[in-house]
């Protein structure tokens, strides 16, 4: 019988729901709050809980331009930010959202995430890679990702070169309104190294504005990465 691997993380209950969608929100555990967490473990690969805390304290900075050292101290007033995010302003706005919220509103919501939004996201796509993407990079061409891939990879369009392929996904500007900051879960981020594995190539998350590529420097990223695929035949 397989021995039940001990877990550490504490539970929150009912509260976990709040905490979470408002340290996302105001994303408070973004690699410029807290380093690259994930990247920082498999450095120190610890046999302990104890080691891990010791070697994160004594290792992680902040990725700013500035680099500033993680302490005890700062992770604590990161709680305390997120608290008074909760208490002065989800809180707020949630009880007025329950106080003002109808059938209506939730048949409504359903049907538009499941039409219009789905509609919106399709034409949105298409846009991008036909009207942009596949006009700059006229050499190549860009091909809907299989179900299955776009499913379990969060990969929208993948470009084969050869016997490899890079994949595209493609978010509206809404999903992250300062892209600068934006930063991929660790579940995309395990898929998106799965998929490089996979398939020897990158992938590139490209934000639109009404069809328009908002972070310019994906481009050239892009031609970049379509180059060396092209070199390594």
């Given at each position: 019988m397989k021995e039940k691997t001990q877990r550490y993380s504490l539970d929150f209950g009912k509260k976990e729901k709040v905490l979470n969608y408002a340290c996302q929100t105001y994303q408070l555990t973004r690699p410029n709050k807290v380093g690259r967490v994930m990247e920082l473990i498999r450095q120190c690969q610890p046999q302990t809980i104890d080691e891990w805390d010791k070697w994160y304290f004594e290792n992680a900075h902040t990725v700013t331009k500035s680099n500033t050292k993680i302490t005890k101290e700062s992770l604590s007033e990161l709680g305390e930010r997120l608290y008074t995010?909760?208490?002065?302003?989800?809180?707020p706005e949630w009880q007025a959202a329950f106080s003002q919220l109808t059938l209506a509103d939730c048949i409504d919501y359903i049907h538009n995430?499941?039409?219009n939004r789905t509609y919106?996201?399709?034409?949105r796509e298409k846009s991008v890679v036909n009207d942009v993407l596949a006009k700059?990079?006229?050499?190549?061409?860009?091909?809907?990702?299989p179900p299955e891939l776009d499913?379990?990879?969060d990969i929208d369009y993948i470009v084969k070169i050869y016997d490899r392929a890079f994949g595209i996904q493609i978010k509206p500007i809404t999903a992250n309104s300062n892209f600068g900051n934006y930063s991929i879960t660790e579940r995309m981020k395990s898929s998106f190294e799965t998929f490089e594995r996979d398939f020897?190539?990158?992938?590139?998350?490209?934000?639109s504005d009404d069809g328009k590529i908002t972070n310019d420097d994906v481009i050239e990223e892009i031609g970049k990465e379509i180059n060396r695929?092209?070199?390594m035949q």
């Open positions: 995010k909760i208490t002065e302003i989800v809180i995430l499941v039409i919106d996201g399709f034409i700059i990079f006229v050499n190549v061409i860009f091909e809907e990702s499913c379990s990879s020897g190539g990158k992938v590139f998350v490209v934000f695929l092209k070199n």
